[in-house]
């Protein structure tokens, strides 16, 4: 959709200066959509999928282009552009370590930027996708809590327990022992840590040199799932 709308924009304008397009936001959020909802190749090889979802992170990348174009970019849409970055990813950003994906981590920390460029307030939907690829993907922590406490004093919310959980996935290679008190710090305040969550500050543990500090964690968290035994192995 948005290759056609593109090609179409060039061949209708005079060859000097083109004439912006403009695009209503429905046309808009519809080519964010399209880019999760198209159909996809059946039997795909790994290459030709890594071509498609590359693809498909271009759609996004060229939506937001034309909606600044259209002068129609604001916290809707994109929230649907985050959203469709969390969508493609797989696993919303989840794998500890997991660097650029297909340029849509690239692309996702582009959305921040211009959104902080044009004024615009992320919504907490959009704030929880930053958050959780900074502490899961990214491993960075100074990085989670910039945007934690950005979102504590311009959207004017507490840190949600995804949150806390990107500082703990976050500091878990840097700083286990600190990410283990912080999960200890979110089940005195009754908050549930997803076993996710546990595994990545236990397989932190381990790889530290502390297996029996993580086994401890682990039964005083009460989480003996498989993903968390396969972390203690």
Known sequence: LVNSLSLKASSDSP??????????????????????????????????EAIEQRSRVEIVEQ???????????NQVLYT?????????????FATPGSGDWMGGLELLTCCHERMRA??????????????????????????????????????????TPAAREALCAALAQEDPDAAAQELEGMKADSVFASQRCVKTVVEG?????????????AKSLGCGGGDVKMGLL
């Not at 004439?19 to 996809?40: F, I, N, W, Y």
């Not at 649907?80 to 919303?92: F, H, K, R």
């Open 205 to 217: 543990l381990v790889a530290s040199g502390q297996p029996a500090e993580a086994l401890q964690l």
């Open 118 to 159: 044009d004024g615009i307030v992320p919504s907490p939907e959009a704030y929880e996708v930053f958050i959780t690829a900074a502490g899961f993907a990214m491993q960075d922590p100074e990085l989670v809590r910039k945007l934690t406490d950005e979102m504590k004093h311009k959207a004017g919310m507490a840190p």
């Open 15 to 48: 060859a000097t200066t083109p004439e912006p397009v403009c695009l209503s936001h429905d046309a808009l959020t519809m080519s964010l959509r399209s880019a999760v909802t198209a159909p996809r190749q059946s039997l795909p090889s790994a290459r030709t």
């Open 63 to 73: 939506t937001l282009d034309l909606a600044r174009a259209s002068q129609q970019s």
């Open 80 to 92: 649907n552009a985050v959203q469709a970055l969390e969508a493609l990813s797989g696993d919303g």
